[in-house]
Nanobody, 115 residues
Framework: QVQLVESGGGLVQAGGSLRLYCTAS????????MGWYRQAPGKQRDLVAS???????NYADSVKGRFTISRDDTKNTWYLQMNSVKPEDTAVYYC?????????WGQGTQVTVSS
């Protein structure tokens, strides 16, 4: 079992920055993938950024060059640094880890970008 808690969301002006946190508890052994997803009202949940246990990262085209995913294994925490945010980044952001054979999700944190 893995429990995930996101934090760091809030209201930010366009062009500003925000850092999201995903802190995990439970057994970390065997976690191979961690991703940040977002879901805007009326839209599907989409992958924003991901990082593997081998530190391979991947980003959605819409956030490349603006967002950075990273992790601190000593703190069981993953981060999403969001720079140059845009109103279209407004969504609930979720973290997910894959620990075979289960995907574990956090409860989400709201990010609202004002224009």
């Amino acid at each position: 079992q893995v429990q995930l808690v996101e934090s760091g969301g809030g209201l930010v002006q366009a062009g500003g920055s925000l850092r999201l946190y995903c802190t995990a508890s439970g057994s970390m052994l065997g976690i191979r993938f961690m991703g940040w997803y977002r879901q805007a009202p009326g839209k599907q949940r989409d992958l924003v950024a991901s990082i593997t246990s081998g530190d391979s990262t991947n980003y959605a085209d819409s956030v490349k060059g603006r967002f950075t995913i990273s992790r601190d294994d000593t703190k069981n925490t993953w981060y999403l640094q969001m720079n140059s945010v845009k109103p279209e980044d407004t969504a609930v952001y979720y973290c997910k880890v894959f620990k075979w054979p289960v995907n574990y999700w956090g409860q989400g944190t709201q990010v609202t970008v004002s224009s």
